[in-house]
């Protein structure tokens, strides 16, 4: 993997957790805060170090701080590689019988198949980027027809 990404570590940001600030504080499954400054610029690819969501990825882009708790892969074109991590499942890295564990330094030395060719995991990684967006639209509209099937059904029984 730290071939193809610029880097893979674990976030050491210092900070007081605020809802003040310009840039986003992030955390091992989310936005947990904002800051006035920034320790990293990029694109990123995330998830918790230690604990339940230990392997969870997340997507996350801009400048930003990154706790400690969380472990980040930080690079250009991460579409193909946030896909590829999500069928690897970066959970079975995690060691612990109490809290999960997932070390920067593990997930930096495992072997990611993936195509030879730049141009085809950019095609892959779009492709699959386009297929989140429409299931999530679909996900949507079944959502709101389920809303409008209730709204007629309780109309029709009153």
Do not use: C, W
């Not at 990611?112 to 989140?132: A, Q």
């Amino acid at each position: 993997l730290i071939d193809e990404v610029s880097s893979v570590d674990t976030g050491k940001s210092k900070f007081s957790l605020s809802n003040v600030g310009a840039y986003e504080i992030l955390g091992s499954t989310s936005v947990i805060g904002y800051d006035s400054s920034y320790d990293y610029e990029g694109d990123f690819i995330l998830t918790a170090r230690v604990g339940a969501n230990a392997g969870k990825l997340y997507r996350h882009s801009g400048k930003v701080k990154i706790s400690d708790n969380t472990v980040f892969i930080q690079g250009k074109q991460l579409d193909f590689i946030y896909y590829a991590l999500l069928n690897f499942d970066i959970k079975k890295l995690s060691f612990g019988t109490g809290q999960p564990l997932v070390k920067a330094s593990e997930l930096k030395d495992q072997t990611i198949r993936m195509p030879i060719s730049e141009m085809e995991r950019e095609s892959v990684g779009n492709f699959f980027l386009h297929l989140d967006h429409l299931i999530t639209l679909h996900q949507r509209m079944l959502s709101e027809f389920r809303d409008i099937k209730a709204g007629l059904l309780q109309q029709l029984f009153i």
